[in-house]
């Protein structure tokens, strides 16, 4: 079996994550935000149609995933309107790394 090319980079999911009691959606959205921010600024800037596309879920499934994760506390959206009389906002979402290692750990997971 051959090796991935080594100029390519995939995900990876901490134990935090991968072991929190998350659903497998939110773990897999938490964790690439989390290896984005980790590579580089600490924002993420995919849209959800983006999201949506990678996951291949519907955009409205991408949305409730972010609002869960925002409810609890594991990432910040913070949107704006770099563009002075245009609709399109610009938003960006953080990790939030406290939360994120307070994760709980969903015992039935871990094998």
């Known amino acids: ?33 989390v290896t984005i921010c980790n ?6 800037f995919k849209i959800n149609q983006t999201i949506s596309d990678m996951m291949r879920v519907n955009v409205k499934t991408v949305s409730r995933i972010l609002n869960s994760l925002e409810e609890k506390n594991l990432i910040s959206r913070t949107f704006s309107s770099p563009y ?4 399109k906002t610009k938003r960006v979402i953080t990790p939030i ?5 307070e994760l709980k750990i969903d015992n039935n997971s871990k094998i």
């Open 1 to 33: 079996m051959e090796g991935l090319p080594k100029e390519k980079y995939g995900l990876w999911i901490t134990d935090l994550i991968r072991y929190a009691d998350l659903t497998v959606a939110e773990k897999f959205l938490l964790a690439d935000i």
């Open 39 to 44: 590579n580089g600024e600490n924002r993420y």
């Open 84 to 87: 002075s009389g245009n609709v």
């Open 97 to 101: 790394y406290s939360s994120i290692r």
